[in-house]
């Protein structure tokens, strides 16, 4: 679960922009949710920026069967076979997504009140952080590009690399 130290302050935020994505058609459709978790995802996702987490998201996919038990791998050889659809797979998703509407919060309310900058910060605890994610905590970002970023580029990974992909435990918060 994440600690979004912001979370409550910028919800109303957060559903602003889900609600812009919504209505351009451009929510992330993960390859492993199932038609009917497709059907059912982007309610649940609203309803966890009103008054949950991404732990309830996360819960509440798995619980419901929204995902598929099985993928296709895709190996450098050239091989593909079938595999399990890891059980933090729910976590992941959920995480991602919900962090990345938080973050767009974070900058929206930033910029808001004439702050050009975010702090990077670890919401959650990792065992093996990525360098690359250790050397960002405690940078500040320019919230008007991160927040561009993040809007243009759906996909796990960013252009600024914020969040820092599946796992990472990277967010941001109002600077210091």
Known sequence: MLKLVNLNEVRALMLE????????????RSGRLTENGWRRYPALLR?????HDDEWLAT?????????ETELAHYRSGKISKKKVSWRAPWTLAEDQFNRFYVRGVCRA?????????????????SQPRPDSQRRIGTKVNAAALLADLRQNMELESALHIPGGPNSGISVRFGA
Request: aromatic share 10%.
């Open 110 to 126: 930033a910029l808001d009140t004439g702050n050009e900058s975010v702090e990077v910060y670890r919401a959650k605890s990792v």
């Open 17 to 28: 922009e889900f609600e812009q994505d919504l209505a351009k058609g451009t929510i992330f």
């Open 60 to 68: 509440t996919i798995r619980d419901q069967a929204l995902l598929h």
């Open 47 to 51: 309803e966890a920026i009103q008054f």
